[in-house]
């Protein structure tokens, strides 16, 4: 079942109708007890996040980097290029932009200890 099915399914539930023939639900039907009416409106609210975010996901997100783009990024870093700049003209978001830093050794994981502080240098943070 695809997400524009289960919104209309749960839509039809939440509103007291049968989704297939959109006739009043039996007036004992559990889908119109006011926790499961709740339920349903909040499930159809979290599935339209949902199709919102893929909406609005850069066209790049989750296909894999060439050795080119992995270049490209490390020289705009290099050469300051802003995060927000670099994301937009690679269509990925920021968060995968830092993570292949981090991948490609470029840039250390956000939290995570120095390579002086691992070996003992500086105090780790708690």
């Known amino acids: 079942m695809e997400n524009q099915e289960a919104v209309q399914v749960m839509r039809s539930l939440a509103r007291g109708l049968d989704p297939d023939s959109e006739k009043p639900l039996e007036p004992g039907s559990i889908c119109l007890r006011p926790k499961v009416v709740k339920t349903l409106n909040r499930a159809l609210g979290a599935l339209l996040q949902v199709e919102q975010r893929e909406r609005e996901k850069p066209t790049n997100a ?21 995060l927000h700049e ?16 981090v991948k490609l050794g470029k840039i250390t994981a956000p939290g995570a200890p120095s390579a002086d502080a691992a070996q003992g240098n500086i105090p780790l943070s708690s």
């Open 86 to 101: 670099i994301a937009k003209t690679h269509n990925r978001t920021i968060g995968s932009i830092i993570v292949r830093l």
């Open 62 to 82: 989750g296909r894999y980097w060439s050795r080119a783009e992995d270049a490209q990024i490390c020289d705009e870093v290099r050469r300051g290029v802003d």
